[in-house]
């Protein structure tokens, strides 16, 4: 088993184990569901959040981007991505966070973090796709900033129309995980 495979394996150990509850959920999209998955069991904590990262560094590397953007749930994992890329053999990379809410003082922007450049090439991260609605929101803030957003990426996919909803808008969704890539019984 390659390094790669070797913390694509314990992630996925982790995330079985902390971050998949079963029961009656209602999601963000307003649905209801048997499973709700809850990422910052896993990426508030350091290992967690190591694993996250590296694993997005390396789709970051792949599709040459020089940002990653995301809403401010995801803020600890943009700035993990942008930390490791740092030290990797690639350029630094950006991290703009898109705030959920608008401040109500300063500058009042709706991203935080350095300026997002026209024509610049950005990853989207999310921890979680279920009908791609906060993809599409994040979008829609950055368009004023000219950036062209390649691909979102998320830790798992829900597999609930997240991918067909993005792709009608023309943005390929990337998941690292599958929600069929983890049984009813995992956290057991």
Not at 3 to 24: I, K, N, V
Not at 70 to 81: H, R, S
Not at 155 to 175: C, K, M, S, T, Y
Request: glycine residues 10%; hydrophobic residues 45%; charged residues 25%.
């Amino acid at each position: 088993m390659t390094p790669s495979e070797a913390g694509r394996a314990e992630l996925r150990r982790l995330l079985a184990e902390r971050a998949f509850r079963w029961g009656d959920f209602v999601l963000a999209s307003g649905r209801r569901s048997d499973h709700f998955f809850d990422a910052k069991q896993v990426t508030l904590e350091g290992r967690g959040l190591q694993l996250a990262a590296t694993l997005l560094l390396r789709r970051c590397r792949e599709l040459d981007v020089v940002a990653v953007a995301g809403d401010d749930g995801v803020g600890p994992l943009l700035g993990a991505i942008a930390l490791l890329s740092a030290g990797d053999a690639g350029p630094p990379l950006r991290a703009l966070m898109i705030r959920r809410a608008e401040k109500q003082h300063g500058t009042r922007a709706k991203i935080a973090g350095p300026p997002a450049r026209p024509g610049e090439p950005v990853l989207l991260v999310e921890d979680v796709a279920t009908t791609g609605g906060s993809v599409l929101r994040a979008l829609e803030i950055l368009a004023p900033t000219g950036v062209r957003v390649v691909e979102a990426a998320v830790i798992v996919d829900r597999e609930e129309g997240a991918a067909e909803a993005l792709a009608a808008h023309g943005l390929p969704l990337f998941a690292l995980y599958r929600r069929s890539e983890f049984s009813a019984t995992a956290t057991a």
